[in-house]
C-alpha cells in the first residue's frame, strides 16, 4: 500500500485533539458545580484555558490534570477497562433505583449469581 506508520505518544496526541477541540469547536469545555443551578455550564475555552480535567476511558482509565500546551500530570485512574467501570456504574445505578423502591424481590434477584462450580447462589 505504500503507507508508512509512525510511533507516537497516546497521551500526548489525546492532549493535542483536546486542545485542537477547546480551542476550535464553541461550547466543547464545560464548568460542574455540584450545587449550582444548572449544574453544567457549557463554555467556550477563552484566552486561559488551563488547567483542565482530562479523562481517556479506554482499555483502562486516566484521569489527566492538563497544565499547558505539554505539560500534564497523571492524577489517578485504574487498569481497568472502561468499558467494565461503565457497566459497572449502569448497574450500580439500577440497583440503586429498585433499592429506592422497596423491590427487595428485584434486589434478589440481581444478586443472585452462578459459581464457577454451576451452584447458583443468592449473596
Known amino acids: 500500500m505504500g503507507l508508512a506508520v509512525e510511533k507516537e505518544d497516546e497521551i500526548s496526541c489525546l492532549i493535542k485533539g483536546a486542545n485542537f477541540l477547546l ?16 449544574e453544567y455550564r457549557f463554555q467556550s ?10 479523562v481517556n476511558i479506554g482499555s483502562g482509565v486516566s484521569i489527566l490534570k492538563v497544565e499547558g500546551e505539554d505539560t500534564y500530570q497523571r492524577i489517578g485512574g485504574t487498569a ?40 447458583w447462589a443468592l449473596y
Open 23 to 38: 480551542k476550535n469547536v464553541p461550547d466543547e469545555a464545560f464548568v460542574f458545580e455540584r450545587k449550582g443551578n444548572p
Open 45 to 54: 475555552a477563552g484566552p486561559v484555558m488551563y488547567p483542565y480535567l482530562l
Open 80 to 119: 481497568t477497562g472502561g468499558g467494565l467501570i461503565c457497566v459497572f456504574v449502569c448497574y450500580m445505578s439500577v440497583l440503586y433505583k429498585w433499592v429506592r423502591k422497596n423491590n427487595r424481590r428485584a434486589l434478589k434477584m440481581l444478586l443472585v449469581w452462578q459459581e464457577p462450580s454451576g451452584d
